[in-house]
Each structure stands twice: as C-alpha cells, then as structure tokens.
C-alpha cells in the first residue's frame, strides 16, 4: 500500500475536551485501520477502530467519561502510515 504520505490524520476536536471528542482522518483507498488511545504510562486505554475502512472521510468520537483528567495520546496506523496526537482531558 502506498499510504506513508496521503494518509491525513487531523488534530482531534475539541482539545481539549469533556468528556467527548471527534478524531477525523481521511484515506486515499480502502485500508486496515487501527486507531488506539494510551495514557502517559503508555498503556492502552480504548482500541476505537481495528479494521478494514473504506477510502475517504471518517471521523469516530471517544467518550472518556470515565477516565481521569490528563493528557492522552491517539495513534492511528493505516498501511505503511502512523501517526501520534496530544490530546488533553479536562473535568
């Protein structure tokens, strides 16, 4: 797959946010996608998306209402492309 430079991820919205926030991304052609958020420690807290994805415009929401107040990180793996977003809880 040809992904590393068309792939794009934006920032997710709003950031920071409570308790719900939109991640978009858009692919050039159908993809194994997998999107997964961890907390400072590195660990992972909710995998929002493992799976085929058409091509196009997607965007998913993550409600952490029930995680704590801090900074998470989103990675979003789509064939050879990966990216990692800052995003930031407040309660």
Same mark, same amino acid.
């Given at each position: @797959? +040809? %992904?590393?430079? $068309? %792939? +794009?991820?934006?920032?997710?919205?709003?950031?920071?946010?409570?308790?719900?926030?939109?991640? $978009?991304? &858009? %692919?050039?052609?159908?993809?194994?996608?997998?999107l997964?958020?961890?907390n400072? =420690?590195? &660990?992972?807290?909710? %995998?929002?998306? /493992?799976?085929?994805v !058409?091509?196009?415009?997607? !965007?998913?929401?993550? /409600?952490? $209402? /029930? @995680?704590? $107040?801090?900074?998470?990180?989103? &990675?979003?793996? =789509?064939?050879?492309?990966?990216d #990692?977003?800052? #995003?930031?809880?407040?309660?």
């Amino acid at each position: @797959m +040809r %992904l590393t430079h $068309s %792939l +794009r991820n934006s920032q997710n919205y709003p950031n920071p946010f409570n308790p719900v926030t939109t991640i $978009s991304y &858009q %692919l050039p052609e159908a993809s194994t996608v997998t999107l997964t958020v961890f907390n400072t =420690a590195g &660990q992972e807290v909710a %995998l929002l998306i /493992d799976g085929q994805v !058409s091509a196009g415009f997607h !965007s998913i929401q993550w /409600d952490a $209402s /029930d @995680m704590a $107040s801090g900074i998470y990180f989103y &990675q979003i793996q =789509a064939g050879n492309f990966t990216d #990692m977003k800052r #995003m930031v809880v407040i309660k």
